[in-house]
């Protein structure tokens, strides 16, 4: 089982306005939200990305997807430069962010047939896989409605389908089960289980202790946009809860909590 993904040094600053440093109480004119990250990512396992909100997850996972560049360092992802052949990175990956949001307008079947367009792949192999999906995720009775009176469960799992639509096999999800009732956050971590046992890797980022131990083989904290620990999840468990180890690290690496 090699290395798919290999991130170095990745570093990524933000100019925060007037507005932004009233709200944050904050005098400092530049963030740093990433900060020197390094890891790796093998082939056929789920990473997780494991932090407090503003800890950099996102950030890092945007730089990965090519959506915005990193000041500093770069990332190979199935042997493919994000800052050289980011059209590349982009062939290979399906990425998914409950921020990133399907245009009300059009329905599920349009949206999934466009983007298969856009990867130029073959209508009867689109069609294929579809039909596999759609019935998968139970999107088949509204695969005409339009995405601005789906449900926030339904718009959840049409992202997911058209996010991977290509059938990449490295796959980025950001918060996957954030928002979801308890029956369509199941759906979507069996899947993930699922796309992991056919050989896919999948990097998940989420502040959710018992989603990191259900789905992940290893586990990289974040926390003020470095890498504080990265190892199994079987090695940092093996004493104590995940809950409870990533509390003793945050003490350690930013003190208490207020």
């Known amino acids: 089982m090699g290395v798919i993904l290999h991130a170095e040094g990745l570093k990524k600053t933000f100019r925060l306005s007037k507005k932004q440093q009233k709200l944050q109480n904050s005098k400092e004119k530049v963030i740093t939200a990433v900060n020197n990250l390094s890891f790796d990512a093998n082939e056929g396992e789920i990473f997780g990305l494991l932090g407090p909100n503003g800890a950099g997850k996102t950030t890092t996972q945007r730089i990965l997807a090519t959506l915005i560049k990193a000041d500093e360092g ?14 590349a990175v982009r062939a290979k990956i399906g990425f998914l962010t409950s921020e990133l949001k399907l245009e009300d307008f059009f329905t599920p079947n349009y949206l999934f047939d466009f983007f298969a367009k856009l990867h130029n792949i073959d209508p009867a192999v689109s069609d294929a896989r579809k039909k596999d999906l759609f019935n998968k995720f139970g999107i088949n009775e509204f695969a005409e409605v339009k995405v601005a009176n789906l449900s926030t469960g339904m718009k959840q799992k049409a992202s997911l389908v058209i996010s991977i639509v290509h059938d990449p096999k490295i796959i980025i999800f950001d918060e996957p089960t954030n928002g979801l009732d308890v029956l369509t956050a199941k759906v979507v971590t069996d899947f993930l289980i699922e796309l992991k046992e056919q050989g896919s890797t999948i990097i998940v980022s989420t502040h ?12 990289g904290i974040i926390l003020n946009g470095k890498m504080a620990v990265c190892d199994t999840v079987k090695n ?18 930013v003190g208490e909590l207020v």
């Open 236 to 253: 940092l468990t093996a004493e104590k809860s995940l809950e409870d180890f990533f509390f003793d690290v945050y003490s350690r690496e």
């Open 74 to 87: 770069d990332a190979f992802i199935g042997g493919s430069s994000i800052k050289t052949e980011p059209e």
């Open 208 to 219: 959710i202790f018992s989603l990191i131990e259900k789905l992940c083989d290893r586990v």
